[in-house]
């Protein structure tokens, strides 16, 4: 089992250019989530998938959108990269089912110059 | 709205010392809780959850967490500090309107003087 993967592991990017950045599960999870890490402010939720065919926006939207593309799948694109996109972006899925933990990837260092 | 609440940004204990980092929530319903770490450039791992099941919590590598609810705070401790413990340690809570999220504190970075 390689839980949940994402691609790529490292990006740098000039502003306005566009990229997906590409997670998969293979433990039949229901849910898959999208988020950012910023120094001091935790994990914020961008987008989330709660079952096959469903998205839904998180806290921090805004410039992102995602494609559940099967139940393993969920890809983040960012259509117009902005310097405020410098972050971390981890994937995470769970099984969906009442208050179950979320299993992480291991991020997506993103630079927008 | 549901929230958690980490005291301190960064805590520093020697190897051998117990370790405490707080955790506040705000719910007005009994929440999930739970901890997390994160390694250097790693990913989130579960350390362990609080379901109402028991209010004493055990988890990964030694630590526990209590429940209390007359002070709405899920406090992680280990007895001895090792080395190994360094990383950055999360404090979350999961909504009752929306099971399948999670609402993140802002963390807590954990440091192991030799």
């Known amino acids: 089992n390689a839980g949940v993967t994402q691609t790529p592991k490292f990006q740098v990017l000039k502003t306005g250019q566009s990229m997906t950045l590409q997670c998969a599960q293979d433990?039949?999870?229901?849910?898959m989530y999208w988020y950012r890490q910023d120094p001091g402010m935790g994990l914020r939720l961008i987008y989330y998938s709660a079952s096959e065919g469903t998205t839904d926006k998180g806290e921090v939207p805004n410039g992102y959108n995602v494609s559940r593309l099967n139940k393993r799948e969920f890809s983040l694109r960012l259509e117009s990269a902005a310097p405020s996109q410098t972050s971390v972006y981890f994937c995470?899925?769970?099984?969906?089912?009442?208050?179950?933990?979320?299993?992480f990837g291991p991020g997506t260092r993103l630079t927008v110059l | 709205a549901q929230s958690v609440t980490q005291l301190g940004s960064h805590v520093s204990v020697s190897e051998g010392a117990l370790v405490l980092l707080r955790c506040n929530y705000s719910?007005?319903?009994?929440?999930?809780l739970f901890w997390y770490v994160q390694y250097p450039n790693q990913g989130l791992q579960l350390l362990l959850k609080y379901t109402s099941a028991a209010t004493l919590v055990k988890g990964i590598n030694g630590f526990e967490a209590e429940f209390k609810k007359s002070e709405t705070s899920f406090h992680l401790t280990k007895p001895s500090a090792h080395m190994s413990d360094a990383a950055e340690y999360f404090c979350?809570?999961?909504?009752?309107?929306?099971?399948?999220?999670?609402?993140f504190g802002s963390g807590t970075r954990l440091s192991i003087r030799p």
């Open positions: 995470a899925s769970s099984p969906g089912t009442s208050y179950n933990e979320q299993f």
């Open positions: 433990m039949n999870h229901n849910s």
């Open positions: 979350a809570v999961s909504p009752y309107s929306s099971a399948s999220k999670i609402i």
């Open positions: 719910s007005s319903v009994p929440p999930y």
